[in-house]
């Protein structure tokens, strides 16, 4: 049911990607009259993502098993390459992530937001926000070529990485020393990998700031990607297919029939994600992973937090941003020790040559820090994660020489 004429609204979400679905969902699941606007015609598309994603995150949020066609393969395995030929694997003991058709994913999110009553117009770029005194009232909207100005209590902002709408209101948008651009290709014909591995690829030579990818199917296609935090990632990515030492091998033969470009955050979370009668929620408040890029989690996470604080402002008449803070604690009380850890970490793996890198996997493979973690079954809370692994001695000793190289490196 795709709405045509727009209702009065109590909440507008802006955007109609993951993070904004989930919201609506559980903000019509409390009652509340909402609207999500979206700027294509179709949901889900363009697609810009990986669509990698933890099964023991979905599942916890009630999203896993997923209906048929979603799911395109599931994990077990992790080699991590360096640019110079070291090879570290870790095999854990079950299927602990999957790779998802991220379109019918955004499109099945939208279907239960749907039912639980929220409505959509789509082919509606939101234009700016309606500001009155200070206090965000609504949004305006272009659809058919003409304006429309739309009023609500409250406006959820999940436009993803752009952040535009968010600079209107004051708040500061995300950190570009925090931005890398990405590159995902969809390829034929990959050979030499294993159905359920992922590959990554390190190395400043092929993906500065960053790391290459490839995400296998049954089918012999795959899911090929690399994000830089300078220069051309499509220069990256054709030198990754051609010199890599393993990455080359497996994509001689391949044909990309599929690219795009996009960006990922990874600055960790805005300071403010809150102003009068609005709230920033997923990418556009930097919710994402700093060490994987990965967004889809964290940003449902704060997704059903957002819901539920915008829902009980609007309960108690009270849409000021001194209410609307709260969002903003309840997020980081469930996130912000992961955010730390994973904001070193990606410092420590940034300041890596590409021989230092190759030394680092080498030595995670003689420690054996892949028995160590054999048994994770959660890669999303990273920070938690760390802290579980270090009963091991092996992770003891691992993160004791990651320390050491760090600071001989930045002494
Ligand atoms: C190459 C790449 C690979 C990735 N791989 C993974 C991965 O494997 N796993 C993972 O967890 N994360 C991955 N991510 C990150 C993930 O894609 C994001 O974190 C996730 O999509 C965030 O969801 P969102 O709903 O906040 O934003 P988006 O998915 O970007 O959705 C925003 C929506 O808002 C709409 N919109 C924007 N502006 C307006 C406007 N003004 N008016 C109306 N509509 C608007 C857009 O059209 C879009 O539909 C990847 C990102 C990239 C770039």
Request: aromatic fraction near 8%; glycine fraction near 10%.
């Amino acid at each position: 049911m795709i709405a045509q004429k727009i209702q009065p609204t109590d909440a507008i979400v802006v955007g109609s990607g993951p993070v904004g679905s989930y919201a609506a969902e559980h903000l019509a699941k409390k009652g509340v009259i909402v609207t999500v606007f979206e700027e294509h015609p179709t949901i889900g598309l363009p697609s810009h993502c990986a669509g990698h994603i933890s099964i023991r995150s979905l599942r916890n949020m009630g999203l896993y098993p997923l209906p048929k066609g979603i799911v395109e393969n599931t994990f077990c395995v992790a080699n991590f390459h360096s640019p110079l030929g070291a090879k570290f694997s870790l095999k854990l003991s079950c299927p602990v992530t999957t790779a998802l058709n991220r379109a019918r994913f955004d499109q099945y999110l939208s279907e239960k937001a749907q039912l639980a009553g929220a409505s959509y117009v789509m082919n509606s770029p939101v234009q700016s926000l309606l500001i009155k005194e200070g206090r965000v009232k609504g949004v305006t909207i272009e659809k058919e070529g003409a304006q429309d100005k739309i009023y609500s209590k409250i406006v959820l902002d999940a436009e993803g990485v752009s952040s535009r709408l968010l600079r209107q209101t004051g708040l500061k948008a995300l950190k570009p020393s925090g931005l890398v651009y990405a590159v995902e290709a969809e390829v034929e014909g990959v050979q030499d990998v294993e159905l359920d591995a992922v590959e990554v690829y390190f190395g400043k030579s092929y993906a500065p700031g960053f790391y290459g990818w490839l995400i296998p199917r049954p089918d012999g296609s795959a899911k090929v990607g690399l994000a830089t935090n300078h220069g051309d990632p499509r220069t990256y990515l054709k030198l990754l297919m051609s010199k890599h030492p393993v990455a080359s091998k497996q994509l001689s033969k391949a044909k990309i029939t599929q690219i795009g470009y996009h960006t990922i955050t990874l600055g960790g979370p805005i300071n403010r994600s809150y102003a009068d009668g609005f709230l920033a929620v997923g990418d556009c408040a930097s919710q994402v992973k700093p060490t994987t890029g990965g967004g889809v989690i964290f940003g449902l996470t704060c997704a059903k937090e957002a819901a539920e604080v915008a829902s009980q402002a609007i309960a108690q008449g009270d849409v000021s941003s001194n209410f609307l803070k709260t969002y903003q604690k309840r997020c980081g009380d469930l996130l912000n020790f992961d955010f730390l850890v994973m904001l070193r970490l990606r410092r420590f793996l940034n300041s890596l040559s590409d021989e230092k890198l190759d030394e680092v996997l080498r030595v995670c493979g003689k420690l054996g820090v892949d028995k160590a973690l054999r048994d994770v079954n959660e890669i999303d809370f990273q920070g938690k994660l760390l802290l579980t692994a270090m009963r091991k001695p092996a992770m003891v000793a691992a993160l004791s020489y990651f320390g050491l190289l760090y600071l001989s490196a930045n002494p």
